[in-house]
Every structure is written in C-alpha cells, then in structure tokens.
C-alpha cells in the first residue's frame, strides 16, 4: 500500500517533503487474544486477515507502516472498530504492540526503558483526549498546571505557564472555574491547553472534537488550524470524521479493520483513491477546495493568460475570477516561471462534477 | 420453570431432560424423607461421625491467647490511646493525676456538639439539613441519653477512620492484584459479610477482653467491607481517557494512583464511607455485649430486665444518631457526586471556612463556660424529660385491651405456620439437601458452583449442627418470603405511581440505616420473646431490598421499549406483565437475595429473643466465651448466607445473558 501512494504521490508532482521523520511506525501489530505474540514472530511479522481470524485472534491494528514528519499535520482515519485509537496509543506506547517497531527520531520506543519513556511522555509528547479527561476535582489552572506539577514544578512557575496557555486557548477569567462548570468547547480549550503546557514536540489528537456540537466542532477546527500556525507542532490527529480530515490534514492515513489502506494528501485521496472504500468517503467532498491548480493543470499550448496563480493553490480560490476572465490562467513556481495552466473549461467541469478522462492528475 | 429452560438452552440439553433429573432427584429425597427410620444416618449425621472443628478452633485460640498475649496486649495498648482520647473528649472527663491533686479538664458540652451538628449539616447541606443533624443531637441530650450516644458516638470516630484507610489499602491492594482480589480480597469480603455479628464479638472477646477496645476492633473489622468494595469500584470506574492522560503526563505508578485515581474516584469512595459509618453504627450497638458501653448497652440492660420504655428510649436514641451521621454523611457523598464549583478564595483562615471556625470557637467557648456553669457541662436533669413511662403505659393499654387478639395471632401463628414448617426443615434429610443443592448449582453454573454449594451444605452438617441448620433456614425461609411477599407488591406499586414512591422512599430510606437492635423493640413489647417475635422483627428489617430493587428494576425498564408495547398495541396489564416484568425480573430477584441476606444477619441477633437455632448457639458460646462452638456456629450461618447468594447469583447472571 505504502509504495503504492509514494508512487502516486511523485506522480502528482508534489516535491519530496525533506522534512525530518519525527515518528514513524515499522509494520506495528497489535492482536488481541491468547498466545498473540508468538503468532505473528512465528510468521515473521506477515500474516493475512483469515489467518489472524484463524488462530482466534482479533487483529486491531495489522501491519501498520507509516511516517509523519515534523510540522505536519498527520489524521488517521477511520470509522469505529478500524484500529485508529489502538494505533495511536500503539504510538504513545499506551497500548504495548503485539510487533513491530515504533520509533521516534528514529530510536525504537518500544526499547526504551521505564523511566525514560516517562521522561519523553513529560517533556516531548502531548495528548488531548475525546472526552477531555480533566481532573474533576481541579480547577481549570490546577488542571492545565497538573502535568508541570507532576514534574516536580515549583507552584509559581507552573502556573505562570499555565496562565500562559490559557491565554493562548483564550480561557482567561476561568481559571478558578471547576471542568463541570464549563461548556464542552471550553473543557476541551482546557484539554488543549494542559496538553500545551509541556511544550511537547509531538501532539497526539484522539478524536479532540467529535464530543462537541457541530457549530463548536468548527471553531475548533479553526482554533486548532490557528494554534498550529504558531506553534508548528508535529500532530497526530483521530477522526472519524472526514470532512473534518479534509479541512485540517496535510496527509491523510485511512484505516479499515486494523489496516491502513492508503496515505497521501487529500488532494491525492479526492483524486486517486486506492479502493473503493477510500472512494466511497471522497464522493460527496467539495473537489474544488480540495484539488489544486497542479491537479488541473496541462501543458502550455501557447494561449493568453487571464491571471497566474501557485501550484498550490485550491480550485475554489480562484474558480469565480477564472470563469469571468474567460481565459486560462498560468500556474507559476515560486520563481515567477509557468510550469502549465488551468482552463476555464477544466474549472467548469470540475464544479459541475463532469469527468473527462485525463482532466485530472 | 424458567431456569430450567434457560439452562437447557445454555447446555444445549432439552428441557425434558432436566425436568426427569429434577423428578428423579425429589422422589429420591422423598422416598429418603419417608424412610426416614431406616435411613437414619441419612437423614440425621450420626453423632460418631461429627468432625471436631469445635474443639479444634478453641485449641486454636487457647493457643493464640496464650502465645501472643503479647500481641494482644500491645494492640489493645496502642489503639487505646486514640479510643480513651475520644472516649474522655465526647463523653467522660480528661482526669489527669490521682487522689487529691486530680485535674479534670470537662469533656466538650452538650451546648457545643449540638452547635457543631447543626453547623455541619448546614455546611454540607444547607439550613434544613443543619436543623435536622442539630436537632437530633438535641434530641439525644433532652431525652437523656447524652452521655451513652457519645460513648457510642466516639467509639465510632475512632473506628471509622481506621476502617478506612484499612479499605482504601486493601481495595488497592486488590485492583493492582487481580490474583489477591480473586483468591483473598473477594472470599475475605463474602465471609466477612455473611459471619453473623455476634461470631465477631466471640474471638474479640478471647483476645481483648470485655473492653471497648475489643468492641472497637470488631466494629473495625465489620465495617470495613464496603470500604474495600468501594475503593475497587471507583478505582475501576475511573474512565479509561483519564488512566490514559495520567500516563501520557509521565505519572509515575504512585503519582497516578494518589494525585489521578483516587481523587477521580473521590464520590464512590464517599459513598463506602457512608455505608462504613452505617455498618459502624449497627456493630458498635451490637459490640456493647463486649464492653462497648454507650446506647447498646442501654437497650441490652433494658431488654433483659423487659423494661420496654426505657429500652425503647434507647433505641429511639440510636435512631436519632443514625439518622444525623446518615444523612451527613449522604450530603457529603452527594455533594462529591456533584463536582466542585468554584468560589473566590479568602487567604484569612476563618474567611475560608467560616462554619468550621464558628463551631471550634462555640465548641471552646461552651466547655470552658462548662467549667464554670454545670449546665453547659452536663445536660440539666430539669430540662430532660422521658417517654419511658409513656411508653410502658402504651404497651399496658395494648396488652390489656388487644392481649387476647394478639394472643390469638400469636399462637395460630405459631400452630398453623411456624411449626409444621420446622418439623420438615429439620426434618429433612441433610444428605438430601445437599444433593439437591449440589444438583442446582450444577445446572446453574456447573460443577463448581456445585461442589462449592454441596461442600458448604456437608460442612453444616458435619461439625454436628444440621438440626440447628435448618432450624435457621426455616425462620429464615419463613421470614424472607414474608418479606418478599410484602415488599415486591409494594415496589410494583411504588413504580407505577410516582406519589407513591415519594412516600415508600423516605420510609424505606430510614428503616434502612436503623441498626438491627431497634427492630426488635417494639415488637418484643407486643409479642414478647419468641419465635413469632423473630419472624416480625426479621421481616421489617428485610424488607428495605425487596421494595427498592422491585421499584428501581421497573423504572429502569427503556422508555423506548415500553413505546415500542404501547405501539404494538399492549394494554396497560400486557405491557406490565409482558414487557416491564420479564425485564426487571434479574434486578427483582437479586432484591430477593439481598432479602434473604438480611433476614439471615437479623435471624440471628433474634437470638436475643429466644430463638432455638444457630444464632441462639453463638450466642450461648458469646456468654460462655467458648470460641470453637461460637466460630463454628457463626460459619455456618455464613455458609447458609454463600450458599443462597451463590445460587441466586448464578440464577440472575444466567436471565440477564439471556435478556442481554
């Protein structure tokens, strides 16, 4: 599946991302069920779906290879029962993998010791959970200050930062407020925040807004997009939502029944989907604010421009002044030079849903 | 029926099967039953074969009491300090010195504990809640009897703490070690819950003497139970996302435990340490056969000299009290259930906690004026009153005038009832029963929950006491399903008419924290000792669970279930008996074993009033302080208890993955 999208991915014309690997993992198996870790070293880390149903075995996570790299913003996703929440706790080593490895900055954490997993978990990694997970008996401070104060902080200096991160999740005024006392939004502000106030490298997202009303959901959305533009933060996010994937994914990995069945942008989901499991999500997307001017895009053959516009640029960005102009417009690189162009036509005929072979990557 | 088919469907074998080996089995044990002359030995244990665990234990304690009277020595030495501070603090005065140079620092006054009731039932419950727990005490200080309740009351404040920490430890213990909960904890906590009281005082009394410390050990022994169960609940229930979160903050096992868990579970802890009060209150009366003193002891004095008024005194004393810690303790629980809300914080102590420093400052100030005014030290005999003679005059009137109707219920009671069912219970073959038993744990469970079953039954049978056995199971019997028959209509009514759930709770809700001792009172005054005094006394206490568990088992019934009858077309009846009675029959039927459990405990405190079965014998042996009978005796009253709640455990397990 892997080289598959890696493939799809330089077919697209995306440039290599040459960003560091932050967390990677390397054909990750969690099975539940008596005997598992001798089932699968036996097979040497391979075995098919009947085989793990054979030997009565429920195989949550199942070969999993994946890597995010540092700043992006990397979603699983997957409805319920596909292995999404068991593979990122596989990942935070909440859950113990049945096999494989896990690594981070390229050390095994599967090997590391106790103590020193305690460690990373304390100052590199952050976690905000699906139903918040606040301390009921803390106030918003006492919580968001709770993991410093673990660490063996001083009482002035965690909640000075502290305060610091409610600040920043816009929280001030509601320090000496208790979780219940809050709406659903504010106690995950709450959750973000104590997450945050470690300065984690890596910030796991376990399906941080499916407990919130939709209205809230979004401006969540929006808070999370305008926390990670300032904090450039390596993300691991849950949803079984894949609108919600859509909006925040720089790459997208869907899950079904432990596996990963394809990994790429969204752009490259809506485009190439790998199955028709993957299709069946990307139908009903809005392609115009998901596809690019590179997915559109087509040799020059030599006609006046309207406008030029990046290769990364969404469709529906320009979608309105390229009809109106009536003319194709240049897709320039970051040195001004036309590598293609979009026509009006092929715009049209992506909002109106008509597909011409060969009009897309 | 319906277990027989449950069970067939579970083993695969058709219900015809069972139905011959259940006839098979019955007219074995009939045959046996009519043979009874020449199946002696079948139906009665020969004497000769009667193990000696009796005089094994008493060798056993004999030992204990005079190799590690070192032990006891220091135990009873240590845990006297705190329980002699409480005691002089509440009840008696601090005496420094002898002779002539005595000093006596009073005890707090009456005036100041009832300030401090009063002020904190406000704090955790507001002015009506304040009125209530404030009232009771100056009820307890009018009536007279304020010295005994705070006799009691202290005891109680030393035991509960320990009771707790004791639980909180041992539960911990048992949810990090799923070995120790299956193979120690659980066991431990079944025997502990089903050994009657008084089998607790027989050993505490070998080992400590007639003093309050042994009935505070005991009394820490019973009550810790909930505690334990209370502290593996909350820990288990604590969700899984915050276990999660206090891993991924880098807590270490002990930050986790202490600063995530426990705090999480703070409100089902606090709901253990309302029934540790509870349980603590109802053993502490019991206790005052060992030397406990207080209000127990009160009531025992006047029921063995029958002077009813001041017994029934006594006991409306111990009513009062348990009424104000229950509900104080409730208020607490319930405001940890609700969650914290946020307050502007005063860094001024007395700003803080102004109730808290108002009840030290009254509490200081009254016992100094103490010292000065005997009123504040001493409630002033001028202003106590006593219902007693009220009482006894009541009890007179009803004897006089209604002795020939209750006579008459008594005796055809009695003649009708209660004696032809003893002569088959003991009658019964104690081979029978166990094969019997064994034979439905098999087809509930399988063939441990039989083996335990049969074993358990043998074991009554082999240390001698059968007779006694089954003399407990019929009164038992009788009065349980007495209570049952009373209590499950009044839970189905209850469920259907909210009006008359607001008026069963509140009544159900106090006979419940009322300890066992204040049951017998009033009945002992009408119907004097007996076994017909027993049954009543049994059946009032036990009816608390048949009524609750019936009402909530129909309440809870899915709303949309009972749509989807009324759509389909269901009258009211065929809804009621269709859809919400199958339903809530698992949750009747585990209110049917709690019945039963509490009938059993309170059988045999009934051993007071003259009852001939096991609880009479550990009484006998408490009196006598012959350990090994007492021991033996009180096992296999436990037993009697396993043995009833296993099998309908099974039964109830088995409806509800049928129901699912």
């Known amino acids: 599946m892997t080289d598959r999208t890696e493939q799809g991915a330089d077919a697209a014309g995306t440039p290599k991302d040459a960003r560091p690997i932050k967390l990677a993992c390397r054909n990750v198996w969690k099975l539940f069920g008596s005997n598992a870790a001798n089932f699968i070293r036996e097979r040497d880390g391979k075995a098919s779906m009947a085989e793990v149903a054979a030997a009565g075995l429920v195989g949550a996570v199942r070969a999993v290879d994946l890597e995010i790299r540092q700043g992006e913003i990397f979603i699983i996703m997957g409805l319920s029962g596909s292995g999404k929440s068991t593979l990122v706790r596989c990942m935070s080593r909440l859950v113990e993998p049945t096999h494989g490895k896990v690594e981070f900055e390229g050390k095994d954490l599967l090997k590391i010791s106790d103590a020193a997993l305690i460690e990373l978990r304390r100052h590199r990694m952050g976690m905000v959970f699906q139903n918040f997970a606040l301390l009921p008996h803390l106030n918003v401070l006492e919580n968001i200050a709770f993991p410093l104060s673990i660490q063996g902080q001083d009482r002035p200096t965690r909640e000075a930062r502290a305060r610091e991160v409610i600040d920043l999740v816009g929280l001030r005024g509601r320090e000496q407020f208790y979780p219940r006392e809050l709406s659903g939004g504010q106690q995950q502000r709450v959750g973000i925040a104590r997450s945050l106030a470690t300065k984690p490298e890596i910030w796991f997202l376990d399906e941080p807004f499916s407990a919130l009303d939709p209205l809230i959901r979004r401006e969540m959305q929006d808070e999370l997009m305008r926390l990670q533009t300032m904090l450039h933060k390596t993300i691991v996010f849950i949803t079984h939502d894949f609108d919600e994937a859509i909006r925040l994914a720089d790459r997208i990995a869907i899950m079904k029944d432990g596996e990963v069945i394809q990994i790429g942008t969204p752009e490259e989901l809506v485009v190439d989907p790998a199955t028709d499991y993957v299709a069946e999500f990307t139908r009903d997307v809005d392609r115009a604010k998901v596809i690019s001017a590179r997915g559109l895009m087509r040799a020059c053959d030599g006609s006046d421009h309207g406008g030029t516009v990046a290769p990364d640029a969404k469709i529906a960005s320009f979608s309105a002044s390229i009809v109106a102009a009536g003319k194709p417009f240049a897709v320039v690189n970051g040195t001004g030079k036309p590598i293609g162009e979009v026509t009006p036509q092929a715009v049209i005929d992506l909002l109106a849903g008509i597909d011409r072979s060969g009009a897309g990557a | ?660």
């Open chain 2, 1 to 660: 029926m319906t277990a027989t088919a449950s069970a067939s469907e579970a083993r695969g074998r058709p219900v015809q099967v069972w139905l011959l080996v259940w006839t098979l089995a019955l007219a074995i044990v009939l045959v046996t039953f009519l043979l009874q002359d020449s199946l002696l030995w079948a139906v009665n244990y020969p004497d000769s074969a009667v193990v000696p665990v009796a005089d094994w234990v008493s060798a056993l304690m004999r030992w204990i009491k005079s190799n590690l009277s070192w032990l006891t020595r220091s135990i009873t030495a240590v845990l006297g300090v705190p329980l002699d501070f409480a005691l002089n603090l509440l009840a008696k005065n601090f005496k420094f010195g002898h002779g002539a140079d005595t000093v006596i620092l009073p005890r707090l006054s009456w005036v100041g504990v009832c300030a401090a009731a009063f002020l904190a039932g406000h704090a955790v419950g507001r002015r009506k809640l304040g009125m209530l727990v404030g009232g009771c005490f100056l009820y307890i200080a009018l009536f007279g009897q304020w010295t005994s309740a705070m006799l009691t009351l202290a005891l109680i404040s030393i035991a509960v703490p320990f009771c707790i920490v004791t639980g909180l430890f041992a539960g911990i213990w048992a949810w990090r070690k799923p070995w120790a909960e299956r193979l120690i904890i659980s066991p431990a906590l079944d025997l502990m819950q089903t050994i009657p009281t008084f089998a607790y005082l027989i050993p505490m009394l070998l080992l400590f003497g007639n003093s309050p410390v042994s009935a505070m050990i005991a009394t820490a022994i019973f009550a810790t139970p909930p505690m334990v169960r209370a502290t593996m609940l909350g820990l288990s229930r604590v969700p899984s996302e915050i276990d999660d979160f206090s891993e991924m903050a880098g807590c270490t096992a002990r930050q986790k435990l202490w600063r995530v868990l426990l705090p999480s579970a703070r409100p089902t802890l606090m709901v253990g340490v309302n029934q540790v009060i509870m349980l603590a209150l109802n053993m502490v009366i019991i206790a005052s056969m060992i030397g406990a003193g207080g209000l127990g002891y009160d009531v025992l004095l006047a029921l063995r000299a029958l002077k009813v008024g001041e017994a029934m005194e006594a006991g409306l004393a111990i009513v009062a009290l348990a009424i104000a810690l229950d509900r104080l303790s409730q208020a607490i629980a319930h405001n940890n259930a609700k969650g914290h809300v946020h307050q502007e914080t005063n860094p001024v102590f007395w700003r803080r906690y102004p109730n808290l420093t108002l009840a030290i400052a009254i509490l200081v100030v009254t016992t100094l004026l103490g010292l000065f005014v005997p009123a504040f030290a001493a409630v002033p005999k001028a202003i106590t009153f006593t219902t007693a003679p009220l009482w006894k005059a009541a009890v007179n009137w009803v004897t006089i005038n209604f002795f020939d109707v209750i006579e008459a219920f008594r005796v055809a009671l009695i003649l009708n009832v209660l004696n032809p069912v003893r002569a088959f219970c003991e009658g019964f073959p104690w081979l029978g029963a166990v094969f019997l038993l064994g034979l439905a744990g098999y087809q509930l469970s399988g063939l441990r929950l039989a083996a335990l079953v049969a074993g358990l039954t043998a074991f009554c049978a082999v240390t001698g006491l059968w007779e006694k056995t089954m003399a407990t199971v019929y009164l038992c019997g009788i009065s349980a399903f007495i209570a049952c028959l009373i209590g499950i209509p009044i839970g189905l009514m209850a469920s259907r008419s909210d009006r008359l759930e607001k008026i069963v709770t509140p009544v159900i809700d106090t006979l419940q924290v009322l300890p066992s001792f204040c049951f017998i009172i009033p009945v002992v005054m009408l119907f004097r000792v007996g076994d017909v005094t027993a049954m009543i006394a049994t059946v009032a206490f036990a009816v608390v669970p048949a009524i609750r568990y019936t009402n909530h088992g129909i309440r809870q019934v899915p709303p949309a279930l009972i749509e989807a009858a009324k759509v389909s077309g269901c009258t009211p009846s065929q809804t009621f008996f269709r859809v919400q009675l199958p339903l809530a029959l698992p949750e009747i039927m585990l209110g049917v074993n709690q019945t039963i459990l509490m009938a059993l405990a309170m059988i045999i405190i009934c051993a007071m009033v003259g009852t001939r079965d096991l609880g009479q014998e550990v009484f006998i042996a408490l009196s006598k302080a012959d350990s090994g009978r007492g021991i033996v005796a009180g096992l296999a009253i436990a037993f009697i208890g396993i043995v009833a709640d296993r099998l309908f455990n099974a039964w109830t397990a088995k409806a509800r993955a049928r129901l699912g």
